[in-house]
């Protein structure tokens, strides 16, 4: 792990040295490739790591740090491949996969290019999509990963946006209260501001326990000094 030197003011570095310790404490992830800056709440994080699992690490070690209202990823995936291992090799493994995830609809497919893996098809729910990625993102010899799943349409029920709203308020790891949700054409829509990366993130996680939602746009601002709930 490298921190950028420069001449900065201590609640940058204060920022940087918090980043640049949670990846080097995320298990996960090989951290030794990465630098580290940070400038006015927004961390900034290049290098390279070897797999994309380890890239996804990254971008959730980021949301876990107090005080970052904006990460930018700037790294590369340089995957330590089977030897001789071919598009058709990862394809292979990448159907096993997602034939022997439980949750994976039979309706997901999958397309290998350059060890590029692009998910497609319809399913019933996110947390379906979600497992579709999950079960092959940790692939050896995967660069990345392109996610296209798609919702099916449901119907429109009038109390959505309350029952979203109130969801919200019932999560714990959630200060909701600063939180408006709009559903246009079955696209939730978040307004407002939170606390933190990581809020951001679970308020867009929480809105997908409406059927009605295909779609999320999470136009969440995030504050580091707002007030949360105690």
Known sequence: MQIASSSMTSPNLALQTAAAVELEWTPELDASRL?????????????????????????????????????IINVVVDPAAPQGATDGDIRRVVERALTWAPAVPSAVKSQVRNRHITLTGEVDWDFQREAAQLAVEDLRGVRSLDNQITLSSRTRVETAEQRLEYA???????????????????????????????????????????????KIENRLAVRPDSPRLR
């Open 35 to 71: 630098t580290v800056w940070a400038a006015s709440s927004v961390v900034t994080v290049s290098g390279a790591v070897g797999s994309y699992s380890e890239l996804a690490a990254v971008g959730r070690a980021m949301r876990r740090v107090r005080g970052v209202s904006s990460a």
């Open 168 to 214: 919200m308020l019932r999560n714990p790891r959630l200060d909701a209260r600063s939180v408006t949700v709009t559903i246009v054409e079955n696209t939730a829509i978040l307004t407002g501001h939170v606390a933190t990366l990581a809020e951001k993130k679970q308020a867009g996680l929480a809105t997908w326990v409406c059927p009605e939602v295909t």
